[in-house]
């Protein structure tokens, strides 16, 4: 696997990574190195190698640079284990999309190339930098997108509405596979029935968000919302995550009077989030809409369904897709009145009302958790193996020094 990213933090790599090894794959991460992260590492089971190389997100030429310089140092590393190995697939892991290219050395020994399109670069660029889709730069994201797509010898991506919009510019159909992001149930087990805090009315009602604080998650959204319903509910916001939003989305919760209603924790490894999901009376996911998130799916959605929880989220079409609107209160994406609506019809929920809404997430998880998604995903990887050319097989003795 050759990733832009870092492991295991990375939840949906760490996910198919870990389903390999179960199959019985051995398998290698290729990936970027975090602060205080060693250069070679086993974990659970999965060689980690890393290049010296981490991620801070600035400007367009800074993310630019920053992508080709990644690309060129991934590839670097991906030539020198191929000097210890043959591997039968290389999967690459967007974003960029352009990294799908430096694995085309593996493919001249044999290897299969596999695309797993976290997200969409067009739209994605779109929605950081509010452009339309008629901008130059998004014209040739799109370009790179479909370049990438036709070179692979199989995708996958996370929604079927990604799927879709691949194909109306150019992809071929029978090339793309769902593998959507449910729940690590390992990391996440399962709820038997549901869970709903047991809090007594007059002591504040947790309510939790993981995930990045970033302008399009709506968390200002979110806060301004509790600003309206304090007066009615003894709500407590606890905020899991960190990003580039933090500083602007204390300042909005200290203009608010919200200082001992908000929390910000910071960010939480994922092993953790389990506990933290199952202390908390419900969760929330106020995702903004937009050319991305539109197509798009959330972890933290499906976490929360997984282990059993009521959930107030944005209605996007993706979410309603997986979990249909009995089971999960919906807002208006974006709109801070839709959303305190929302929270207000939570808050005027009993118990046994409440247990019933996370009862409903709960059984709509089932339909698409990780057990059906990793069969498809494990049967797209050995379709690939199947089909590798005869010089793809490993030779000599596999080490690590």
């Given at each position: 696997?050759?990733?832009?990213?870092?492991?295991?933090?990375?939840?949906?790599?760490?996910?198919?990574?870990?389903?390999?090894?179960?199959?019985?794959?051995?398998?290698?991460?290729?990936?970027?190195?975090?602060?205080?992260?060693?250069?070679?590492?086993?974990?659970?089971?999965?060689?980690?190698?890393?290049?010296?190389?981490?991620?801070?997100?600035?400007?367009?030429?800074?993310?630019?640079?920053?992508?080709?310089?990644?690309?060129?140092?991934?590839?670097?590393?991906?030539?020198?284990?191929?000097?210890?190995?043959?591997?039968?697939?290389?999967?690459?892991?967007?974003?960029?999309?352009?990294?799908?290219?430096?694995?085309?050395?593996?493919?001249?020994?044999?290897?299969?190339?596999?695309?797993?399109?976290?997200?969409?670069?067009?739209?994605?660029?779109?929605?950081?930098?509010?452009?339309?889709?008629?901008?130059?730069?998004?014209?040739?994201?799109?370009?790179?997108?479909?370049?990438?797509?036709?070179?692979?010898?199989?995708?996958?991506?996370?929604?079927?509405?990604?799927?879709?919009?691949?194909?109306?510019?150019?992809?071929?159909?029978?090339?793309?596979?769902?593998?959507?992001?449910?729940?690590?149930?390992?990391?996440?087990?399962?709820?038997?029935?549901?869970?709903?805090?047991?809090?007594?009315?007059?002591?504040?009602?947790?309510?939790?968000?993981?995930?990045?604080?970033?302008?399009?998650?709506?968390?200002?959204?979110?806060?301004?919302?509790?600003?309206?319903?304090?007066?009615?509910?003894?709500?407590?916001?606890?905020?899991?995550?960190?990003?580039?939003?933090?500083?602007?989305?204390?300042?909005?919760?200290?203009?608010?009077?919200?200082?001992?209603?908000?929390?910000?924790?910071?960010?939480?490894?994922?092993?953790?989030?389990?506990?933290?999901?199952?202390?908390?009376?419900?969760?929330?996911?106020?995702?903004?809409?937009?050319?991305?998130?539109?197509?798009?799916?959330?972890?933290?959605?499906?976490?929360?369904?997984?282990?059993?929880?009521?959930?107030?989220?944005?209605?996007?079409?993706?979410?309603?897709?997986?979990?249909?609107?009995?089971?999960?209160?919906?807002?208006?994406?974006?709109?801070?009145?839709?959303?305190?609506?929302?929270?207000?019809?939570?808050?005027?929920m009993p118990a046994n009302e409440r247990?019933?809404?996370?009862?409903?997430?709960?059984?709509?998880?089932?339909?698409?958790n990780w057990e059906r998604q990793r069969?498809?995903?494990i049967a797209v990887v050995e379709g690939?193996?199947?089909?590798?050319?005869?010089?793809?097989?490993?030779?000599?003795?596999?080490?690590?020094?």
């Open positions: 696997m050759l990733a832009h990213s870092f492991y295991p933090s990375d939840v949906r790599i760490r996910r198919e990574a870990a389903a390999l090894h179960d199959a019985g794959w051995d398998v290698d991460v290729i990936c970027l190195r975090a602060p205080g992260e060693a250069a070679w590492e086993l974990v659970e089971g999965v060689t980690v190698l890393r290049v010296p190389l981490g991620r801070r997100r600035g400007s367009r030429a800074r993310y630019l640079a920053e992508y080709g310089l990644g690309c060129v140092a991934l590839a670097g590393a991906l030539f020198r284990a191929m000097r210890r190995r043959r591997y039968a697939v290389v999967q690459v892991h967007t974003l960029p999309d352009f990294l799908l290219f430096a694995a085309v050395p593996a493919r001249w020994l044999g290897a299969r190339l596999l695309l797993d399109m976290h997200e969409i670069a067009p739209e994605f660029y779109q929605q950081k930098y509010d452009v339309p889709a008629s901008r130059l730069p998004v014209r040739a994201l799109a370009m790179i997108e479909q370049a990438a797509l036709r070179s692979a010898d199989a995708v996958i991506t996370v929604t079927d509405a990604l799927k879709e919009r691949f194909i109306a510019r150019g992809a071929p159909a029978g090339r793309i596979s769902v593998v959507m992001n449910s729940a690590d149930e390992r990391l996440f087990p399962p709820a038997s029935g549901c869970y709903v805090n047991g809090r007594g009315p007059e002591k504040p009602l947790s309510l939790v968000y993981h995930g990045s604080l970033l302008p399009y998650y709506g968390i200002d959204v979110l806060i301004e919302a509790m600003g309206r319903v304090r007066s009615r509910w003894a709500f407590e916001l606890n905020l899991y995550g960190g990003g580039e939003a933090a500083e602007a989305l204390r300042a909005a919760a200290r203009e608010r009077g919200l200082d001992d209603a908000v929390r910000f924790h910071g960010v939480v490894p994922q092993d953790a989030l389990a506990a933290v999901l199952t202390q908390a009376g419900a969760g929330v996911v106020p995702t903004r809409g937009g050319p991305m998130l539109d197509l798009s799916l959330s972890n933290k959605l499906l976490e929360m369904a997984c282990v059993g929880m009521p959930i107030v989220a944005s209605g996007l079409p993706t979410y309603l897709q997986c979990l249909p609107a009995e089971s999960v209160i919906y807002a208006s994406p974006g709109d801070p009145s839709s959303l305190t609506e929302a929270l207000d019809r939570f808050g005027a247990a019933a809404l996370a009862t409903r997430s709960c059984e709509a998880y089932r339909r698409v069969s498809t995903y690939l193996r199947a089909s590798r050319l005869p010089q793809a097989d490993k030779i000599g003795e596999t080490a690590h020094e």
